[in-house]
């Protein structure tokens, strides 16, 4: 495995987010980072658990969590399969990890806007649905990161063009984070977007007969 890909063979039990274009762009993104044994890491909404576990493989000791049961029992039985090192724990982040703090914080957030107004509370729509600008889990993690991140810690955070990524950039400079777009992509359409096509025309969050969402990554480094 370089230190730019996921690991493979990865088993996902139904309703988890399976590793997908955004997962890789932050696989990417992370092999620039300077990780190894003595780093101290976490993931935010691990899902399978592909990028703590390739968080891990570079010999960091790594702690993830999840909302979904199902998602910590999949991260588990693929840390367990590989036999790599692995804390997964269930609930909300912050509470998690409170008073903690990590060298580096890794996050692919739900990020898709969508109609409701409260975040689901179960199902598959858990990894994607984030509120009506797509910003109801980004913004936590915004508010949280100075107090997970170490002094020089580096929190790195994957999500749509379509929610505001300098937003993201701005709320996490003014928490006191040395905080920028580092990397941007675009990946096709997935069924998600397509179905809510009408309803993300209708709010101005896309162009008509637009096919192609943008991704970036945000780094943000506590000083």
């Known amino acids: ?125 858990r990894a994607w649905d984030a509120g009506p600008d797509g910003r109801g889990v980004i913004d936590r993690i915004c508010a949280h990161a100075r107090f997970l991140l170490r002094s020089g810690g580096v929190l790195l955070m994957v999500h749509s063009a379509m929610c505001g990524p300098e937003e993201t950039v701005g709320r996490l400079t003014r928490a006191g984070l040395a905080a920028g777009i580092t990397a941007r992509t675009s990946v096709p359409w997935g069924p998600v977007l397509r179905s809510r096509r009408a309803w993300l025309e209708r709010q101005g969050l896309a162009a008509e007969a637009e096919e192609w969402e943008e991704l970036v990554i945000i780094r943000a480094q506590s000083l």
């Open 1 to 125: 495995m370089t230190s730019g890909a996921l690991p493979g063979g990865l088993i996902a039990l139904p309703g988890v987010y399976q590793p997908q274009a955004d997962t890789r762009f932050l696989a990417e993104a992370l092999a620039q980072e300077d990780v190894g044994t003595g780093t101290d890491a976490l993931e935010i909404g691990t899902g399978t658990g592909a990028l703590a576990l390739h968080v891990a493989g570079r010999g960091a000791r790594v702690t993830a969590v999840d909302v979904s049961w199902p998602a910590v029992a999949t991260a588990r039985l693929n840390a367990l399969r590989r036999r790599v090192p692995l804390r997964v724990l269930h609930g909300d982040f912050a509470a998690r990890t409170a008073g903690r703090r990590f060298d580096l914080v890794v996050a692919n957030p739900p990020y898709v806007p969508a109609a409701g107004l409260r975040l689901p509370s179960r199902g598959p729509e």
